[in-house]
Antibody
């Protein structure tokens, strides 16, 4: 059974940094395309970033240059390093497996709030 | 970016009704279209992928159709447990984009 468990969210001030983690079981992170998707309060989901199985990464324009997606093979864990946080980054952040752009398995999400 | 226009934004129907939601892409996305169900406090759940393929374990009352730019999602006989918000999403090109959502309620 596939399980994705996110952690690392919290309350941050604008300009701060945060690293989200997504621990996987039932799948190997390095063998899959893995994405981060966020959902701001009252809004629909927004794709944030993907790391392909070959290690190539892509980002939404809204986070490019501020967020970095990575993975740790030994821990079977996906990460999202978030820097220069803004109020508009406030959202629940989900990790999801995303083969061919299809989000077939999701974690339960971790909440990030950016506020002074 | 590919824009996904979903309608209606909200829908109210009786149990047993046939419910249809549409999604239009701003450019040809072939069949790279997925549908998700989101319930309060839960992550979105994949229902349909590649426009018309039912995800394993999803009830057969859910279906999808379409290709190119125009897509349809149907619940053949609405059940009370189907109350949720539904989203379409294109996976044809980056950035992956979602529709605005359809909030489904029971009359």
């Amino acid at each position: 059974e596939v399980q994705l468990v996110e952690s690392g969210g919290g309350l941050m001030q604008p300009g701060g940094s945060l690293r989200l983690s997504c621990m996987a079981s039932g799948l190997t992170v390095t063998n899959n395309h893995m994405s981060w998707v966020r959902q701001a309060p009252g809004k629909g989901p927004e794709w944030v970033s993907v790391i392909h199985s070959d290690g190539i990464t892509h980002y939404a324009d809204s986070v490019k240059g501020r967020f970095t997606i990575s993975r740790d093979n030994s821990k079977n864990t996906l990460y999202l390093q978030m820097r220069t946080l803004r109020a508009e980054d406030t959202a629940i952040y989900y990790c999801a497996r995303s083969p061919r752009g299809i989000f077939d398995f999701w974690g339960q999400g971790t909440r990030v709030t950016v506020s002074s | 970016d590919i824009q996904m226009t979903q309608s209606p934004s909200s829908l109210s129907a009786f149990v047993g009704d046939r419910v249809t939601i549409t999604c239009q892409a701003s450019q040809d996305i072939s069949n790279s279209l997925s549908w998700y169900q989101e319930k309060p406090g839960k992550a979105p759940k994949l229902l349909i992928f590649d426009a018309s393929n039912l995800e394993p374990g999803v009830p057969s009352r859910f279906s999808g159709s379409g290709s190119g730019t125009d897509f349809t999602f149907t619940i053949s006989s609405l059940q009370s447990e189907d109350i949720a918000t539904y989203y379409c999403q294109q996976g044809d090109g980056l950035p992956y984009t979602f529709g605005q959502g359809t909030k489904l309620e029971i009359k």
